[in-house]
């Protein structure tokens, strides 16, 4: 899918369905995630017709390969097929509470259309990790999000900050590099935790909406 090109106003892509709302009598609007173009938004229209072909592919955190047209009113979804299967393991309410949580704070901080393989490939990597969500799952991703957007400071400087353990060292190492994190003890994820709460707080005008309900999931 990486190198697929635009052919007139149709082209296909790579896309992550972070949300859907339900408009008019059987369209559904997505907000996606795409490689090829970064977060755009798209209209699947008579996707919640009985019989639609796309009805039970056009869902939240869904990893998939559309079919997308062009025009003067923006994007419309043509096609659908699954790509990761992974992600059908997000059944569960502790699991999608976890993936929204995660989705909320990405479209926080990530407004406008821009292509970044490496966003998307975190992005992707986490909603797959949620289908077992744990405070380390988040903690990871939040740290992982803040290093890709220039938004976590240096580790010399993070521990001018607060002086982190090995572990905690050694874990925000992983995150930021995107590489799989160890056992962290309650103690240094809690310090990491505020560490990271702080440094989102520096950026968003107020507090995820998901966090308190993924919260009481995990």
């Known amino acids: 899918m990486r190198n697929t090109v ?19 009598e059987a369209d559904r609007f997505c907000v996606l995630l795409t490689r090829e173009r970064g977060r755009i938004t798209a209209r699947a229209s008579g996707v919640r017709k009985p019989g639609s072909r796309l009805g039970g592919s056009i869902l939240p955190c869904r990893h998939l390969a559309l079919g997308l047209r062009e025009g003067s009113g ?5 096609s659908a097929s699954p790509l990761e299967p992974r992600l059908d393991g997000l059944s569960s309410l502790a699991s999608f509470c976890a993936a929204q949580e995660g989705v909320e704070l990405f479209l926080a901080f ?24 744990s405070a380390s799952v988040m ?3 939040e740290l992982r999000l803040l290093h890709l957007l220039g938004f976590l ?33 309650q103690e240094e994820r809690e310090r ?27």
């Open 139 to 141: 903690l990871s991703f």
């Open 6 to 24: 635009p052919v007139g106003k149709s082209f296909l892509c790579e896309a992550l369905v972070l949300r859907t709302f339900d408009v008019g």
């Open 153 to 185: 400071p240096a580790e010399e400087h993070i521990e001018e900050l607060r002086p982190l353990a090995a572990g905690a060292r050694a874990f925000l190492r992983a995150a930021r590099e995107g590489k799989p994190v160890g056992a962290l003890a």
């Open 74 to 78: 923006g994007f419309f979804v043509a």
């Open 192 to 218: 990491l935790q505020e560490l990271c709460a702080s440094f989102i707080a520096d950026h968003l005008s107020g507090p995820l909406k998901a966090s308190t309900v993924a919260a009481t999931m995990v």
């Open 110 to 133: 990530v407004q406008h259309e821009e292509r970044d393989d490496a966003l998307f490939d975190a992005v992707l990597a986490f909603l797959s990790s949620c289908a077992s969500p």
